[in-house]
């Protein structure tokens, strides 16, 4: 009460990356379990999956998550240069880890989906490097923010 904030104001920017990230991570398994019901092979699926939510992170990280208000076209050319590069390094990852996870055998399906398990490992990894990219080199805050 008194001087005393509350959790959630306490940990909004975590809070808030935690919430969309799991709608991210929604949209990333629910566009890659449609792709391959609706008969795409996995790894096709798997690249399409990944741009679904690279389009929806960057918006969702940009205005709810660490509230970047740059509408300047070299502000926002800027963000989305190095949010595309750093999600390029992550995607890297994922596109090389989740094939050799699959070789290797972790192929166990979840919910009916050949390989979902690869999937959640390698999505777990992603988010860790894509928040710490966000949080410290995309979306920092600039220290004399006084006016915009």
Not at 66 to 94: D, N, P, Q, V, Y
Not at 114 to 128: D, K, R, S, W
Request: proline fraction near 1%; hydrophobic fraction near 55%; charged fraction near 15%.
């Amino acid at each position: 009460m008194g001087g005393n904030q509350s959790f959630f104001s306490k940990h909004r920017e975590g809070i808030l990356y935690v919430f969309y990230g799991g709608l991210t991570t929604l949209v990333s398994w629910g566009t890659y379990a449609l792709f391959v019901l609706i008969g795409i092979d996995f790894n096709i699926a798997n690249w399409l999956s990944v741009a679904c939510a690279v389009l929806f992170a960057f918006v969702v990280n940009k205005w709810m998550v660490f509230k970047s208000r740059s509408l300047g076209i070299k502000g926002m050319a800027i963000e989305l240069w190095w949010f595309s590069f750093f999600r390029g390094l992550t995607i890297a990852f994922r596109l090389i880890a989740f094939p050799i996870l699959i070789t290797l055998g972790l192929t166990d399906s979840l919910f009916g989906i050949y390989g979902f398990v690869a999937l959640i490992v390698v999505t777990v990894v992603e988010t860790i490097a894509n928040y710490l990219a966000s949080k410290f080199i995309v979306f920092r805050k600039k220290k004399e923010s006084a006016s915009e």
